[in-house]
């Protein structure tokens, strides 16, 4: 599929905003449906405000080989979130707010900046919440010529009816595939319904993008990259989320696995997640990606010896599937 020009979804995006801004009226931009009305600035669950909260604008070197390529990833990360992790690692940001406020042509500056310094995508952290801030900012970098790709980089808890408005304005998107199970759910991040939630939207995602394309440097350029951080005691129900890739979505997904979790926050108060996972929970995790045919991916390094931001091996072949080589 041929990428909308910068002056074609400049236009995408003024056709969606007014749609886009009246889910904050009775808030439901994410799953919560808290009918919050943000434009008032009444807060939902995730403590949004109204205006974009930011925690840092950085060329990040630690993403996955194709998202921070040699130039880096040019990451915006968003303050508050709309998952209620114990164990988040982030969580100055995410729970506690950190961050400074930013309008939309601020933003859409920034997105310019990143470009301007050698990124290779405009990486959007924890961005839900915010989603029709987003969307009229990147219209203004649109309106300014943004070229590179835009990456979706969020915890898999979205609302397909938001996802739609951004459909041909987002070039890759990187879920967190994070539960199976909706017990774990409701007990670590306090959304019981999130597997289903989450699969619809990996579905809707998939629909929009397809599978992960590399261009010639093995940088992303487009597609779904889902990300699966392994728990301890198998809580993330790994196997399960491999079979829905492998048989609901593609046998090509693309999945960075990762080993990095450790116990933050308020990991400490459930004995299940007061630990790091094991060298053999980690083998598990890879041998049913392995059982179920995923073949396109990075493993993180073994939890051991595991600096949690960055994945510098990949141990998949490869990734790009026989077709496209
Ligand atoms: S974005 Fe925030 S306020 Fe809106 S529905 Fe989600 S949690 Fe509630």
């Given at each position: 599929m041929t990428r909308p020009s910068p002056i074609e979804r400049a236009r995408l995006v003024g056709e969606r905003l007014d749609s886009a801004y009246k889910l904050?009226?009775?808030?439901?931009?994410?799953?919560?449906?808290?009918?919050?009305?943000r434009l008032a600035g009444e807060r939902g669950r995730?403590?949004?405000?109204?205006e974009v909260i930011v925690s840092s604008v950085s060329l990040h070197h630690g993403e996955e080989p194709p998202v921070?390529?040699?130039?880096g990833s040019g990451t915006i990360f968003f303050t508050h979130c709309n998952l209620k992790c114990?164990?988040?690692?982030?969580y100055p940001i995410?729970?506690?707010?950190q961050g400074e406020p930013m309008t939309s042509d601020e933003l859409a500056a920034a997105m310019l900046h990143l470009e301007r310094l050698g990124a290779h995508n405009v990486n959007l952290v924890t961005p839900t919440h915010y989603a029709p801030q987003i969307l009229e900012a990147l219209g203004r970098a649109f309106e300014r010529g943004l070229e590179i790709p835009v990456l979706y980089n969020c915890g898999?808890?979205?609302s397909v009816e938001m996802l739609e408005l951004l459909d041909g304005l987002i070039d890759i998107y990187m879920p967190d595939?994070?539960?199976?199970d909706a017990e774990a759910a409701r007990k670590l991040?306090?959304?019981?319904?999130y597997p289903e939630v989450n699969r619809r939207a990996i579905r809707e995602m998939h629909r929009q993008v397809g599978d992960l394309e590399l261009d010639?440097?093995?940088?992303?350029?487009r597609g779904l990259l889902v990300r699966h951080l392994v728990l301890p005691n198998n809580l993330a129900g790994t196997d399960a989320i491999m079979r829905f890739l492998a048989e609901?979505?593609?046998?090509?997904t693309a999945i960075s696995?990762?080993?990095?979790?450790f116990p933050q926050y308020?990991?400490?108060?459930?004995p299940e997640i007061a630990r790091r996972i094991t060298a053999d929970e980690y083998r598990a995790a890879q041998e049913a990606m392995e059982r179920h045919g995923l073949r396109r991916g990075w493993y993180q390094n073994q939890?051991?010896?595991?600096?949690?931001h960055s994945i510098r091996?990949?141990?998949?072949?490869?990734?790009?599937p026989k077709e496209r080589a």
């Open positions: 904050l009226e009775r808030c439901t931009v994410c799953p919560r449906c808290c009918e919050a009305n995730c403590g949004a405000p109204h921070s390529g040699l130039g114990v164990f988040c690692q982030n995410s729970h506690q707010g898999g808890y979205e595939m994070k539960y199976a991040s306090s959304a019981p319904d010639e440097r093995a940088i992303a350029v609901e979505i593609s046998p090509d696995l990762m080993s990095q979790y308020h990991a400490s108060r459930f939890p051991i010896d595991t600096d949690t091996r990949i141990l998949a072949r490869d990734t790009r």
